[in-house]
Nanobody, 124 residues
Framework: VQLQASGGGLVQTGGSTRLSCAAS??????TGWFRQAPGKEYEFVAA????????AYADSMKGRFTISRSNARNTVYLQMNNLKPEDTAVYYC????????????????????WGQGTQVTVSS
């Protein structure tokens, strides 16, 4: 089982970027994105049910970030718009087999599989 995160890089304030998370080896009931800024705890970003009918976002990301999926490619995307310097972090995708195909999860310990992380740096 593997989750491969990609995308990110250096972006200017107000800019956009898209992260991808390609899963192989199994299908997850839900996929989430978390981030960790230097010296800070992991922070929930967004989650998406397998069916794509339910989403969850952290309050500070609502309206700026959009999580979506391509079932054909077994890939989940995180479109990030209007980026701010405080969005600078390593972003991780995670998958879980808990719950139903309509479920989303916000807690780290609800996810069983994690990708390697991809850096997003927002310059001011």
């Amino acid at each position: 089982v593997q989750l491969q995160a990609s995308g990110g890089g250096l972006v200017q304030t107000g800019g956009s970027t898209r992260l991808s998370c390609a899963a192989s080896g199994r299908t997850f009931s839900a996929t989430g994105w978390f981030r960790q800024a230097p010296g800070k705890e992991y922070e929930f970003v967004a989650a998406l049910s397998y069916r794509g009918d339910r989403t969850a976002y952290a309050d500070s990301m609502k309206g700026r970030f959009t999580i979506s999926r391509s079932n054909a490619r077994n890939t989940v995307y995180l479109q990030m718009n209007n980026l701010k310097p405080e969005d600078t972090a390593v972003y991780y995708c995670a998958g879980t087999t808990r719950g139903s195909v309509h479920a989303t999860f916000r807690l780290q310990n609800e996810y069983d599989y994690w990708g390697q992380g991809t850096q997003v740096t927002v310059s001011s």
